[in-house]
Structures are given as C-alpha cells and as structure tokens.
C-alpha cells in the first residue's frame, strides 16, 4: 500500500496492473517460503536467450506459454511442436527446477543451523513439506514430488489471483456510482481512522455482490481447467466420448441472457437478495469450478480477493487519469489461461485516509 501511495505522489498514474502482479507474486512466496525471491537468479541459462532469471520472471513466461497448442487438438502434430512452445516451456521448466534446489538448499541449512527438523511455529509450507521426508512417513514426499506440487501451486494461485483483482478494479473504476456506494460502506464498517481487517470482511455485503458481479463478467479463468471425460457420457442432449477434453465456457456462461437478466448490465443489485455464491453449487456462477476438482484454494482465493479490494479502495483515493472518462477504462482481454486485462490499468492515486491511519502491521 505504501509503494502505491508513493508512486501516486509523484502525480504520474499507477501501473495498477504491475503492482497487483507483484503483490499477488509475494503472498504466494510469503506463503510458500516464507520470504520473496525477487531477483534471485538461476544459475543455468535459458537455452535461446542465454540469461539467467528470477522466480517472477520465470513463473510469468511460463503462464505466458500457457495456450492452445495444434498439438493438443491433433497429436500427431505435437512432435512439430509448431510455434516451439514445448521447447520454451521445458527450458522453462529447467530453469525453475535449478532455482527450486537452490531455495530447498537453502531451507534445508536453515534447518541444520536450528538443528532441527520438525516444523515449527515460524515455519513455511516448504519448511513443513521437508520436515515430512525426515519422518519418513506416508506423507513425505520426494524432492521431485515437492517441486511439482510447488510449482501447480504458483502457477494457479498467482496469475489468477492478480488477473482477478485487476478486472474488479477496472469495472469498478467503469462505474463511479459503484465506487461511491463502495465507499460508503467501507466508511461505515470500516471508518476512516484505521486499516481493513479481516473480521470487517463479513460485514461487507455490497463489497462481496461487487466482486461477484465483477468476476460474473470477467471471470479470471474464462475456460476454467480443462477435463477429461472417463466415460462416454450425455450433457445437455450433446454426446461426449470416452475421453474428449472438455472446457467449461465460465465466460459464455456469465453472458448468457438466457441465465440472467440484462446480461450485459453491470448491477451487482442482482446479487443483494439472491442465494448465488462463488463456490460451485450454482452453475450460472463458477469461477473455482465445482465438484471434485473444484479449486483447492476456493476460500483463500475469495478472501484474498475480498481483502485486497476491499483495503485498495479503503486506503487509496482512485481516479482515472486526466482526459479519460469511467467509460474509457478500456475492457480488452488477453488470454493466457486466465484472462488478463490487455492494456495495463493505470490510475491517479492519492491517499483516502489520514496519515495515522495507515498501520502498516495491518493485513493487506
Ligand atoms: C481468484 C483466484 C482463483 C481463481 C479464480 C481460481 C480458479 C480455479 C479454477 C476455475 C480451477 C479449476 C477447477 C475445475 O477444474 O473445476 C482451479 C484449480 C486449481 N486452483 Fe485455483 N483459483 C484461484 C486461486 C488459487 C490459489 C490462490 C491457489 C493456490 C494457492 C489455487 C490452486 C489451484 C489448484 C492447485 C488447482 C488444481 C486443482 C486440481 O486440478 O485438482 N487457486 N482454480
């Protein structure tokens, strides 16, 4: 919060969009290994640029890679590997391998200086999934079990997260008169003399409706993750054979007249008295999927999103640069798995709360 407030000083807009990439990149390594690996640098090169890259950087280039390939549509094209995605993508996947064993070195002396190898209370989810291998039981897994774990990780809960938050930003910034009521509730759950925190959350009815609204027309994963039939199977009068890759058009969905009213009218009104909510029992709304490969993540994920809204517009006075209007915040898409604002958002920023106001130990 504190870097967004002092790049608004300087009167030039925020890159919003670069921000958020960065804040949502530190909650994961924070989470993962206890600290940020800004600018730790692999010591193998990639094949065709011959340059070393840190952690963001690598994670970034592989979600970039993350498309639609011939291939996957007709495997005896894969072996063409027509635009070298493969290529790129297992360069990529040696790079990130280097820079995992050089953090589990790191944690693993981190370890041998406390000698100790149980899990402690200041331990990080690395530090616990390493512990396990000295116990040696059915939960420990080998290095290279780790490693992939950690790696589907990051890629599913970094990109999505921060894709997620700037669509929020961007239709919220579309509609003033939503800003304005958001304010008003942020002022009286909240008050302008402190932070959000977390137990504010459930107090925050218009903000939730906001979000569900925000995410109904621009769901962070428009296609979810694709599926796989085991069996020959009927949905919807349509006949899906044994083994068809399947993709669930959350987009479509979310746009679809037929489902709701005034599709394309932004109202989060329609979610005040209505008993839809994010968590894959009603199908007209499913940005974490449903069923049993439901997003793992699903109530990290909504929080996450809650609370970063929630503190930007809290602590952050927003507007649109000089010369544009709400309706120019441009909503063109960019699809990398998830979908990605095109052209980054960029605002005016000024702070919305006295200079007390703002405890840093506060969450967010
Ligand atoms: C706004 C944030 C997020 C959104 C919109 C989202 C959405 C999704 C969706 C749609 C799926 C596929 C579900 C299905 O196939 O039915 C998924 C899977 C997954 N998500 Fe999330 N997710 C978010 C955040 C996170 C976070 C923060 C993490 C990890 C820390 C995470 C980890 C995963 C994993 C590991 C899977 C794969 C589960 C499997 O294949 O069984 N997600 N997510």
Redesign the pocket.
């Known amino acids: 919060m504190n870097r967004i407030l002092e790049l608004g000083a300087k009167g030039n807009p925020v890159n919003m969009s670069s921000i958020l990439s960065e804040l949502a990149f530190d909650i994961?390594t924070q989470?993962f290994f206890g600290k940020s690996y800004h600018g730790h640098k692999t010591s193998v090169t990639n094949s065709t640029t011959d340059e070393r890259k840190d952690l963001p950087t690598l994670i970034l280039q592989v979600v970039e890679n993350a498309m639609f390939v011939p291939g996957d549509i007709y495997p005896m094209l894969r072996k063409l590997d027509i635009g070298g995605v493969e290529a790129a993508l297992l360069s990529l996947r040696k790079e990130l391998d280097d820079l995992f064993t050089s953090i589990f070195e790191e944690h693993r002396n981190k370890a041998e200086r406390k000698e100790t190898t149980v899990a402690t209370e200041d331990s990080d989810f690395l530090d616990v999934l390493l512990s396990l291998q000295s116990e040696n039981t059915e939960y420990s897994l080998t290095d290279r079990e780790i490693k992939s774990l950690l790696y589907?990780?990051m890629l599913?809960?970094?990109d999505?997260?921060s894709a997620?938050v700037i669509w929020i930003m961007t239709d919220i910034m579309r509609h003033p008169e939503v800003l304005q009521e958001l304010h008003k509730e942020l002022d009286s759950v909240v008050g302008r003399g402190r932070m959000v925190e977390v137990s504010d959350l459930v107090h925050m009815k218009y903000l939730k409706a906001v979000i569900k609204e925000c995410?109904r027309l621009h769901?962070?994963?428009p296609l979810?993750?694709p599926?796989q039939s085991m069996q020959a199977t009927k949905v919807a009068g349509y006949h899906i054979p044994a083994g068809s890759r399947v993709f669930?058009n959350?987009w479509a969905i979310g746009r679809d007249s037929r489902v709701w009213e005034n599709p394309m009218d932004f109202n989060p009104g329609r979610f005040f008295s209505s008993p839809i909510d994010l968590k894959?029992q009603h199908f007209q709304l499913?940005?974490?999927?449903?069923?049993?490969?439901?997003?793992?993540?699903?109530n990290?994920?909504?929080q996450?999103?809650q609370l970063i809204v929630a503190q930007l517009f809290h602590t952050c006075d927003f507007s649109v640069p000089q010369g544009m209007g709400p309706g120019n915040v441009d909503v063109q898409e960019e699809f990398h798995g998830a979908s990605r604002k095109k052209i980054p958002l960029e605002l005016l920023v000024a702070p919305r709360l006295p200079p007390h106001a703002y405890d840093l130990h506060t969450a967010c």
């Open positions: 994961s989470n589907d990780l599913a809960g970094t999505t997260i997620q995410i769901p962070g994963l979810g993750a599926h669930i959350l894959g499913l940005p974490f999927g449903s069923g049993r490969r439901i997003c793992p993540a699903m990290l994920g909504i996450m999103m």
